[in-house]
């Protein structure tokens, strides 16, 4: 039974940081990666960060050279550092993984946990 528990969300003023945090259990970190989303009320889920099983990461530009994501495979953990948060990085940010599925001449890696979401609030 896979359970993804973010934390670290809550209310924060324009140019400060938050450090979210998702423990995570019944997963294996290995072939495919983890990933933060995040979602504002009327519109759709975005990806923001993601790093892959051999922890290549990403990031959206909107976010690209504020985020840093890191996994900690021992502590069972993905992390996401946000600074110099702005009003538009306000929303619900979810912790994600994946799991290969596709076919076996064409796997692919896609989303099939979440966790329950975390607000974050910059003012």
């Known amino acids: 039974h896979v359970q993804l528990v973010e934390s670290g969300g809550g209310s924060v003023q324009a140019g400060g940081s938050l450090n979210l945090s998702c423990a995570y259990s019944?997963?294996?970190?290995?072939?495919?990666?983890m990933a933060w989303y995040r979602q504002v009320p009327g519109k759709e889920r975005e990806l923001v960060s993601r790093?892959?099983?051999?922890?290549?990461?990403m990031y959206a530009d909107s976010v690209k050279g504020r985020a840093t994501i890191t996994q900690e495979n021992a502590k069972k953990k993905l992390s996401l550092q946000l600074k110099s948060l702005q009003t538009e990085d306000t929303a619900v940010y979810y912790c994600?993984?994946?799991?290969?599925?596709?076919?076996?001449?064409?796997?692919?890696?896609?989303?099939?946990?979440w966790g329950q979401g975390t607000q974050v609030t910059v003012s």
């Open positions: 994600a993984a994946e799991t290969i599925g596709g076919t076996a001449s064409n796997p692919e890696c896609k989303v099939s946990y």
């Open positions: 019944g997963y294996t970190f290995a072939m495919c990666g």
């Open positions: 790093i892959s099983g051999d922890h290549v990461t």
